[in-house]
Protein backbone atom coordinates (compact mmCIF):
# COMPACT_ATOMS: atom_id res chain seq x y z
CA UNK A 1 0.00 0.00 0.00
CA UNK A 2 3.27 2.48 0.22
CA UNK A 3 4.45 2.55 -2.64
CA UNK A 4 7.33 5.21 -1.66
CA UNK A 5 7.09 5.95 1.50
CA UNK A 6 9.18 9.43 0.42
CA UNK A 7 6.74 10.28 -2.29
CA UNK A 8 3.72 9.87 -0.11
CA UNK A 9 5.62 11.72 2.70
CA UNK A 10 6.62 14.45 0.42
CA UNK A 11 2.39 14.59 -1.08
CA UNK A 12 1.04 14.80 2.68
CA UNK A 13 3.83 17.47 3.12
CA UNK A 14 2.71 19.49 0.47
CA UNK A 15 -0.31 18.93 1.52
CA UNK A 16 -0.23 20.02 4.88
CA UNK A 17 1.63 23.02 3.03
CA UNK A 18 -1.51 23.95 1.57
CA UNK A 19 -3.64 23.85 4.43
CA UNK A 20 -4.86 20.04 5.25
CA UNK A 21 -5.20 19.76 8.73
CA UNK A 22 -3.14 16.57 10.09
CA UNK A 23 -6.37 14.79 11.11
CA UNK A 24 -7.66 15.19 7.41
CA UNK A 25 -4.70 14.07 6.20
CA UNK A 26 -4.61 10.71 8.80
CA UNK A 27 -8.12 10.06 7.42
CA UNK A 28 -7.26 10.42 3.83
CA UNK A 29 -4.42 8.05 4.17
CA UNK A 30 -6.48 5.36 5.78
CA UNK A 31 -9.35 6.08 3.52
CA UNK A 32 -6.87 5.28 0.13
CA UNK A 33 -5.93 2.09 2.04
CA UNK A 34 -9.68 1.20 2.71
CA UNK A 35 -9.99 1.66 -1.21
CA UNK A 36 -7.30 -0.67 -2.60
CA UNK A 37 -7.87 -3.25 0.50
CA UNK A 38 -11.73 -3.63 -0.01
CA UNK A 39 -11.77 -4.85 -3.58
CA UNK A 40 -9.23 -6.82 -3.02
CA UNK A 41 -10.65 -8.50 0.05
CA UNK A 42 -13.84 -9.59 -2.13
CA UNK A 43 -11.56 -10.64 -5.00
CA UNK A 44 -9.40 -12.61 -2.46
CA UNK A 45 -12.56 -14.41 -0.98
CA UNK A 46 -14.05 -15.21 -4.39
CA UNK A 47 -10.57 -16.81 -5.42
CA UNK A 48 -11.01 -19.00 -2.46
CA UNK A 49 -14.54 -20.15 -3.15
CA UNK A 50 -13.24 -20.72 -6.23
CA UNK A 51 -10.33 -23.09 -5.34
CA UNK A 52 -12.19 -24.80 -2.44
CA UNK A 53 -14.54 -26.40 -4.30
CA UNK A 54 -11.91 -28.77 -6.43
CA UNK A 55 -9.48 -28.86 -3.40
CA UNK A 56 -12.80 -30.48 -1.50
CA UNK A 57 -13.85 -32.59 -4.55
CA UNK A 58 -9.71 -34.19 -4.58
CA UNK A 59 -10.39 -34.62 -1.17
CA UNK A 60 -13.14 -35.91 -0.42
CA UNK A 61 -12.59 -38.48 -3.87
CA UNK A 62 -8.94 -39.03 -1.33
CA UNK A 63 -10.69 -39.75 1.56
CA UNK A 64 -13.48 -41.68 -0.02
CA UNK A 65 -16.24 -39.21 2.43
CA UNK A 66 -18.74 -36.33 1.35
CA UNK A 67 -16.95 -32.66 1.94
CA UNK A 68 -19.23 -29.59 1.78
CA UNK A 69 -17.65 -27.50 -1.35
CA UNK A 70 -18.83 -24.31 0.49
CA UNK A 71 -16.63 -22.21 3.04
CA UNK A 72 -17.62 -22.17 6.21
CA UNK A 73 -19.32 -18.67 7.15
CA UNK A 74 -16.18 -17.93 10.25
CA UNK A 75 -13.61 -18.24 6.82
CA UNK A 76 -15.01 -15.29 5.32
CA UNK A 77 -15.66 -13.53 8.31
CA UNK A 78 -11.71 -14.21 9.41
CA UNK A 79 -10.61 -13.52 5.05
CA UNK A 80 -12.59 -10.07 5.58
CA UNK A 81 -11.04 -8.99 8.90
CA UNK A 82 -7.20 -9.87 7.91
CA UNK A 83 -7.94 -8.49 4.45
CA UNK A 84 -9.04 -5.06 6.23
CA UNK A 85 -6.98 -5.34 9.01
CA UNK A 86 -3.45 -5.98 7.52
CA UNK A 87 -3.48 -2.97 4.90
CA UNK A 88 -4.56 -0.39 8.03
CA UNK A 89 -1.83 -1.79 10.08
CA UNK A 90 0.47 -1.61 7.33
CA UNK A 91 -0.36 2.03 7.22
CA UNK A 92 0.94 3.03 10.21
CA UNK A 93 4.47 3.47 9.41
CA UNK A 94 3.92 5.89 6.40
CA UNK A 95 1.50 8.13 8.43
CA UNK A 96 3.72 8.43 10.87
CA UNK A 97 6.36 9.38 8.42
CA UNK A 98 3.81 11.91 6.88
CA UNK A 99 3.08 13.26 10.20
CA UNK A 100 6.60 14.30 11.11
CA UNK A 101 7.50 16.26 7.89
CA UNK A 102 7.06 19.45 8.14
CA UNK A 103 5.05 21.32 5.47
CA UNK A 104 8.04 23.66 4.68
CA UNK A 105 10.71 20.73 4.22
CA UNK A 106 8.29 18.76 2.43
CA UNK A 107 8.19 21.64 0.28
CA UNK A 108 11.79 22.44 -0.21
CA UNK A 109 12.34 18.48 -0.87
CA UNK A 110 10.21 18.44 -3.41
CA UNK A 111 11.55 21.70 -5.07
CA UNK A 112 15.30 20.35 -4.30
CA UNK A 113 14.72 16.84 -6.61
CA UNK A 114 12.87 18.86 -9.18
CA UNK A 115 15.84 21.28 -9.74
CA UNK A 116 18.47 17.93 -9.42
CA UNK A 117 16.15 16.11 -12.07
CA UNK A 118 15.84 18.75 -14.26
CA UNK A 119 12.39 19.96 -14.27
CA UNK A 120 11.78 23.22 -13.10
Do not use: W
Not at 16 to 22: A, D, F, I, M
Amino acid sequence: LSFSVDARTQEAGIYRLLGLHRISLLLMILLQSLILSIPSCILGLILAQALFVPATQFLASVLSTELSPILPPQSFIYGIMLGIIVPLIATIQPIQNALKVSPSNAFNSTKSKSISSGFS
